[in-house]
C-alpha cells in the first residue's frame, strides 16, 4: 500500500519505483539478518563496552551487568526463575550491536527474541528479551512471562535509579529520557499482574548497583514521582481526585497494589448509603483532635480509660469501636479494604448518637481527655485503609 501525494494517476512508473524501493529494503534486510546468524547474540555482549548508555551512567554493558543482578532478584519476588532471568538481562541488549537493529532501530528487543531463538537459548528468555520493552505506549499488551516481567521492571527501575540520580528529572514537558513512561509501565505492571512488591525496596536495589554515584534522598523523590503517575493512571479510569486524595491523607505508600486496592475500597465505600454521613464524622472528628492539640498518628491508638466512660452513647461507641478493630484486623492484614469499609459502616448510628448527646470539649480534664482519646481510636480504625474525611 502507498500513497502518493499528487493528483497524477499512480501509473506503472510510480508503482514500480515503490516497488524497486521496497525490495531493496527487503533484500538488505534479508542480508542483515543471514550475516546476524552467523554470531551468536551473547558474542555481541562485549561489544556493548562502546555503546554509551548516558554519558554519566557509563555504557550498555554497565548497564546490562546492573540488570543481571536486579532481574534475578525481582524474579525471585515475583515467583520466577532466576537464572532464566539472569540469562535473559544478558542477552538483553546484545542485538543493539546486530546489523539488522543498527539499520532498523525498531526491532531492537524484537531481533533479540528471533535471535536468540536460533541460537536455542531457553524459550522464556527469548521471549523476555522481546517482552522487556512493553509496554511501548498507554495501553499496550504487558510481558506475558514472568522472566519478561522482571526483566521489564529491571530495566525501568535502573534507568529511573539512573537518571534521576543526575538530576536530569522530567521538567514540563521535557522528558527525554521518557521517565514519565517508564513510571507507568512499572505501576501497570505491579498493579496489573497483583505482584504486591514493596516500590522502595526496589529502588533501593537498583541504587545499590550504582554503588555511591546515587544520593539517598533520590529514591524518596522517584517513589513519589511513580505514585504521582499512578493517580493520573487512576484519574484517567473515572476515579475521583477526592477518593485518592483520602488513600493518600495518612501517609505516603510504597506499595502499588497495596494502593489500588485502597483505591478500589474507598471508591465502593463513597457509594455506600452510610458513606456520608461518616465522612462528615470522621471530618468533625479530625477537627476535634487538631483543636485540642492533638497529634494524629493512625499506628498509635491513645488508651480508653473505660472507667471516665459516663454517657450512655461514649460507652456503646467504645465497645463498637473494640468490637469492630477485632473484626477487622485479620481483614486488613490481608488487604480486604473493602470488605474493612463495609464493616466499618455499622458505626454509622454509634457515631451519630455520640455527637448527638456527648459534648467533648468540657471542662473536666480527665472526661476531655478519655472522649479526645475515644474519638482518635475511632478515627484510626477507618484511617487503616484510608482518610474517608476527604470525601
Not at 545499590?208 to 511513580?226: D, H, M, S, T, W
Not at 484517567?236 to 488513600?247: D, F
Request: proline share 5%; charged share 25%.
Amino acid at each position: 500500500v502507498l500513497i502518493a501525494n499528487t493528483d497524477a494517476k499512480p501509473n506503472d512508473k510510480i508503482l514500480h519505483g515503490n516497488e524497486r524501493v521496497m525490495h531493496a529494503r527487503l533484500n538488505d534486510a534479508k542480508f542483515f539478518y543471514t550475516q546476524d546468524l552467523k554470531m551468536p547474540l551473547d558474542k555481541h555482549l562485549a561489544a556493548l563496552k562502546h555503546m554509551v548508555f548516558q554519558t554519566k551512567l557509563g555504557t550498555q554493558f554497565d548497564k546490562t551487568e546492573r540488570l543481571m543482578i536486579l532481574a534475578p532478584l525481582i524474579s525471585t519476588e515475583i515467583g520466577g526463575n532466576p537464572t532464566l532471568a539472569a540469562r535473559a538481562a544478558e542477552l538483553s541488549k546484545c542485538d543493539l550491536m546486530s546489523t539488522m537493529v543498527g539499520e532498523f532501530p525498531e526491532l531492537q528487543g524484537i531481533m533479540g527474541y528471533y535471535y536468540a531463538r536460533h541460537d536455542q537459548e531457553e524459550g522464556e528468555v527469548a521471549k523476555a528479551i522481546r517482552e522487556a520493552y512493553l509496554p511501548k505506549f498507554a495501553g499496550d499488551e504487558l510481558p506475558a512471562t514472568q522472566t519478561g516481567l522482571a526483566l521489564a521492571l529491571a530495566d525501568r527501575l535502573d534507568t529511573l535509579v539512573g537518571i534521576f540520580g543526575i538530576g536530569l528529572t522530567p521538567t514540563g514537558d521535557k522528558d527525554p529520557y521518557a521517565l514519565r513512561r517508564q513510571a507507568n509501565a512499572i505501576v501497570r505492571i505491579l498493579i496489573e499482574k497483583s505482584f504486591d512488591l514493596d516500590l522502595n525496596s526496589l529502588l533501593l536495589d537498583a541504587a545499590k548497583n550504582y554503588g555511591n554515584r546515587i544520593a539517598p534522598e533520590v529514591v524518596p523523590q522517584i517513589l513519589q514521582f511513580c505514585f504521582e503517575r499512578a493517580k493520573a493512571w487512576f484519574q484517567e479510569q473515572g476515579v475521583s481526585p477526592k477518593v485518592i486524595e483520602a488513600v493518600l491523607a495518612n501517609e505516603q505508600p510504597t506499595r502499588p497494589l497495596d494502593f489500588a486496592k485502597r483505591i478500589e475500597a474507598v471508591n465502593h465505600f463513597q457509594h455506600l448509603p452510610e458513606a456520608e454521613s461518616l465522612a462528615a464524622a470522621n471530618k468533625r472528628v479530625r477537627n476535634i483532635l487538631t483543636k485540642s492539640g492533638f497529634t494524629i498518628d493512625i499506628h498509635t491508638n491513645p488508651r480508653i480509660n473505660e472507667k471516665v466512660l459516663v454517657a450512655d452513647q461514649e460507652k456503646t461507641l467504645y465497645e463498637q469501636i473494640e468490637q469492630l478493630r477485632r473484626a477487622t484486623k485479620p481483614l486488613i492484614d490481608k488487604g480486604a479494604y473493602t470488605e474493612t469499609l463495609n464493616e466499618l459502616a455499622q458505626l454509622k448510628e454509634p457515631v451519630d448518637a455520640f455527637f448527638d448527646a456527648v459534648m467533648v470539649n468540657v471542662e473536666d480534664e480527665d472526661l476531655r481527655v478519655n472522649r479526645v482519646n475515644l474519638l482518635s481510636n475511632l478515627h484510626n480504625l477507618f484511617g487503616q485503609v484510608a482518610d474517608i474525611s476527604k470525601l
